[in-house]
DNA sequence: ATAGTGTTTCGATGATTTTCTAATCATTCA
DNA sequence: TGAATGATTAGAAAATCATCGAAACACTAT
């Protein structure tokens, strides 16, 4: 879940460990906060801005001063609770495509251009990923993508085609 | 606490989550995570040493392959244990300097010389931190850090030395 | 109104960190 | 021993992010 990468990013750094001590003890504001910590308050406001984006602290006005203040339930949660990914939930069919595609690729590039025509068909159909619907591409910058995945860039293009993934009028090629 | 610290920046990355996922299903080794996760095993390598590190993750070699596997032990914390900071044992004296120095310093910069002579050499010993102990400093270079604190640096230069924290040849400036 | 006080935004800068490629190291097996 | 395979390191490029000063903004009180 994104979410929890996000919060982990935004407990990840001294400055703001330090403003959320600071609002442990009690509710503060952001000159007062930037002075104990010898920092300004741009940066002090940069950073209880990000928190409260997030859920991590609240604030309200209150005369002159934005008031902010801890929403402690976030910090109940054991840590494994942060890092484990969840909802893993893929059928067969899935679960096929990922194997074929594990077996062909490897950090990223094509090994080997599948002789299989159903296993050629998801093999390119995973590269076609790289390129964005309804945009125009011309021929080099096919194959300049291409390339990326698989030295053979003119086989892939013509395959591309072939299995209707893209399609062409002159030099121009497009996705679907 | 630092590891506290460091423990949080390790957890808030998007790669090193999906290695410890990984390693939460079961132990795995360098080029296979890579080949999971599209990325070359120098940068996989890369995390997992640090993880390694910080006590987040073990390994033993087993034939060709180092295995890595995790430390489960460590998250099981609640959240709220990292980001409190532990142990603010302050006697009466740093109580007393703390007060000296929130009262002269804001956003980090002297406000105002004090007077009174031990206050003054609090603060003068406050901006002494910055210089490193055995380095030599030229005069430029002295006056270029007081002046981060306050416009005076001749002032507090002079003090400096009067007040034993630095001493001088010629034009040549060192602490203690 | 307008002066004073605290907050927020903007643009620029500098530091840190992730990632890659290429080279080197360590281990196994012929 | 040397060939093969996986792991690690070094160095460089690229991306991200904290910080600051200055300007703009919001509220209060005279």
């Known amino acids: 879940m994104k979410e929890k990468l996000e919060l982990l990013k935004l407990l990840a750094d001294e400055t703001r460990l330090d403003i959320l001590n600071i609002l442990l003890k009690e509710d503060s504001y952001v000159e007062k906060i930037a002075c104990e910590l010898s920092l300004t308050p741009a940066t002090i406001c940069y950073h209880l801005k990000k928190m409260e984006a997030a859920g991590v602290v609240n604030c309200s006005r209150s005369q002159f001063y934005m008031i902010y203040s801890l929403n402690r339930e976030i ?102």
């Open 75 to 176: 910090f109940d949660k054991p840590l494994y609770e942060l890092i484990k990914k969840d909802g893993e939930t893929v059928d067969a069919e899935e679960k096929y495509k990922k194997g074929v595609l594990s077996g062909f690729f490897k950090y990223g590039r094509l090994t080997q251009i599948p002789t299989q025509r159903k296993k050629r068909e998801i093999v390119l159909r995973e590269i076609a990923k790289d390129f964005k619907a309804g945009e125009k591409y011309a021929e080099v910058e096919v194959n300049e993508i291409i390339h990326k995945y698989h030295e053979d860039h003119c086989t892939i293009r013509r395959e591309m085609i072939a299995f209707g993934i893209m399609e062409r009028e002159k030099e121009v090629y497009w996705l679907k």
